[in-house]
Structures are given as C-alpha cells and as structure tokens.
C-alpha cells in the first residue's frame, strides 16, 4: 500500500506570506494527525482529524495555523501570515481507528522542512 | 498530562558494541510506549511498542525494549550495532487508556555508529 505522502518536501518564504502543506494519509485510515517539530526540539502534536472532522486541535499554536480535511481524504494545513518562530518540520500521521477497541500505530510521512526567512 | 524524557541527546557507539538508548515516561494510566526511529531526510517509523501484552518487546532490525513499571522506564537495547543503526530515535507515549489517539513524543537521542 502507498504510504502517507506530504507536499512539498522543502518551502522556503518569507515571512509574511502564506504557505499551504498538504498530507495524503493512507487509504482507510480515519485519523490523520499534524505534528511540528522546531529545530533540536521534540515532536510536538498540533492537531488530530478523525474523517473530515477535528477530534483534538489543543496543539495549534495560534490563529495563524488553519487546518482542513475537506471529504476526509487529504488535508492541508495553511500559515499564514508565516512568521519565523513558525520553521520547522511539519509530519502528517495517519492510522486506522478500531472504534473502542483503539487504533492501529501511527504511519509518518516524510515531513515537509519549513523555512520562514 | 503525560511526558517523556530521553537521557543523551546524542549517543556513539561502535560497530557491534551494545546499543542503550534510555527513556522514562510519566502518566497516570496504564501506557501505550513506543519506540520510533527516523533515517535521514524520512519519516518516523515504527520499531516497536507495549501496551501491556509482554513487558519485554522485540521489534524490527533486532531491537528490544522492556517495560518496567516500578522505574517507569521503557529502555531501547540492541545486542550488536550495525552502522546502519545511525539515524534519531524517539520514545512516545500515547495519552488515553485505549487507543493512540494523541501520542507524546520525547526529545529525541541521535545515534551514531563509529567503524
């Protein structure tokens, strides 16, 4: 099966404009999740869909950061206005959910490098 | 809320020397633990996880960790160090009884591996 595919691999803006990342999850998997990780700093959550909806956004930093999951399928996570604090790399996650009985582990995409200058 | 800590930001270790990579969670329910190792310039990838079958675990490339409860640890050990070892490992524990619905990563441990 195809793996979680992230678009683009690298984006360098400057600050102020705005950057779009995309995720394709795996097919059937119902979670799907964004994590960030600032330069020599742990991976840290920022939000988790289940299907098109978001079961946990405590991790979104600010206003500025706007996530979407339109259908369920793909989803793209916007910043905009970027700032510099905002470069990082930015990993997608998918999983299967099993209902009560939990989900299946996470499945990684290979992150987009986030360069705000 | 639950946290972890990785001992060693960085660990170097020679070829077929044991590998120890050190991790400590806390939570105030029974955990989920996992070990995810990421390869330069790729994703995380699963090596392995717990969640309360055996509380001594075996996972991919010949790694293994074990659960202890009483030093809420949740060590990483490989008998023999290859180099293609090399790459950043992280310990993550999910919050919730049930499911990995939000998984909490540690800082990360760099290992190299010297010829």
């Known amino acids: 099966e195809a793996g979680v595919t992230q678009f683009p691999s690298h984006s360098v803006i400057e600050k102020g404009q705005t950057v779009t990342l995309r995720c394709d999850p795996i097919?059937?998997?119902?979670?799907l999740y964004w994590y960030r990780r600032v330069m020599g700093k742990e991976i840290k959550f920022l939000l988790h869909f289940v299907k098109e909806s978001k079961q946990d956004e405590s991790g979104m930093p600010n206003n500025r950061f706007l996530a979407e999951r339109t259908g369920g399928t793909y989803s793209t996570l916007k910043v905009q206005p970027a700032e510099l604090e905002d470069s990082g790399v930015y990993f997608c996650?998918?999983?299967?959910?099993?209902?009560?009985?939990?989900?299946?582990?996470?499945?990684f995409g290979n992150g987009t490098r986030l360069t705000v200058t | 809320a639950q946290s972890v800590t990785q001992l060693g930001s960085h660990v170097s270790v020679s070829e077929g020397a044991l590998v120890l990579l050190r991790c400590n969670y806390s939570?105030?329910?029974?955990?989920?633990l996992f070990w995810y190792v990421q390869y330069p310039n790729q994703g995380l990838q699963l090596l392995l996880k717990?969640?309360?079958?055996?509380?001594l675990v075996k996972g991919i490339n010949g790694f293994e960790a074990e659960f202890k409860k009483s030093e809420t640890s949740f060590h990483l050990t490989k008998p023999s160090a290859h180099m293609s070892d090399a790459a950043e490992y992280f310990c993550?524990?999910?919050?919730?009884?049930?499911?990995?619905?939000?998984?909490?990563f540690g800082p990360g441990t760099s290992l190299s591996v010297i010829p």
């Open positions: 097919s059937g998997h119902d979670n």
């Open positions: 939570s105030s329910v029974p955990p989920y």
């Open positions: 996650a998918s999983s299967k959910r099993f209902g009560g009985t939990g989900n299946s582990p996470l499945h």
């Open positions: 717990y969640t309360s079958a055996a509380t």
């Open positions: 993550a524990v999910s919050e919730g009884e049930t499911s990995y619905d939000k998984v909490i």
